[in-house]
């Protein structure tokens, strides 16, 4: 199933799946994070409280993804994955990449058929738009076929950014 490109918010997504751009804690925060815990309700947060109790006491590290319940959304699942901080000294992009495919990983083994991402690690991480958006298409464009994928882009301007990427042959360098 080709991927598609959705200007909007994540959490208004008809999916099995959604990913959140958590942070390592899990506890919650701003961003998606905010808007996924707002409106899936507090099963959300108590099922990240029992991970962090048990299988990750010491957070989620960068690049990694865990599932748990979506809550009252109406995906089943929220796959949390955590971005790496953008750093202008050290390329931190394998675990950017790592992110999208340990996801994808993560939705197979939970037998989604459809997931929504949002750009990960392009907000409070900081994440070039430009950037942030070539791995997404190069990770998202190579998801298993059976898997129906939305990148969810949140308002005008970077689903702009991310038409204009979508439309750029695969080997024509990026633009700024
Ligand atoms: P990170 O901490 O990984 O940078 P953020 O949640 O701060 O994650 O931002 C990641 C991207 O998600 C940014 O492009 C931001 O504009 C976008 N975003 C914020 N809220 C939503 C939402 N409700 N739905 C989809 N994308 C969102």
Redesign the pocket.
Same mark, same amino acid.
């Given at each position: 199933m080709p991927l598609r490109l959705i200007e909007?918010?994540?959490?208004a997504q008809a999916v099995d799946a959604v990913v959140n751009?958590a942070?390592s804690t899990l506890l919650g925060?701003?961003?998606?994070?905010g808007?996924i815990h707002a409106k899936g309700g507090p099963a959300i947060l108590a099922e990240c409280r029992r991970l962090r109790q048990t299988r990750l006491p010491d957070g989620l590290p960068a690049g990694q993804a865990v599932a748990t319940t979506a809550g009252v959304l109406s995906a089943r699942w929220v796959i949390h994955t955590v971005?790496p901080v953008f750093s202008r000294r050290e390329d931190r992009s394998a675990l950017l990449h790592s992110c999208y495919r340990a996801s994808l990983e993560m939705a197979l083994q939970l037998g989604a058929r459809s997931i929504a991402f949002?750009?990960?690690?392009?907000?409070?991480? $900081?994440?070039p =738009?430009s950037d942030a958006v070539t791995i997404a298409l190069a990770e998202l464009r190579a998801a298993p076929a059976q898997l129906d994928v939305r990148l969810?882009?949140? $308002?005008e301007r =970077?689903f702009d950014i991310a038409r204009q990427a979508w439309d750029r042959p695969l080997d024509a360098a990026p633009s700024a």
């Open positions: 909007g918010d994540i959490t751009a942070n925060g701003r961003g998606v994070d808007a971005g949002p750009l990960i690690s392009a907000g409070a991480y $900081g994440w =738009i969810v882009l949140f $308002g =970077i």
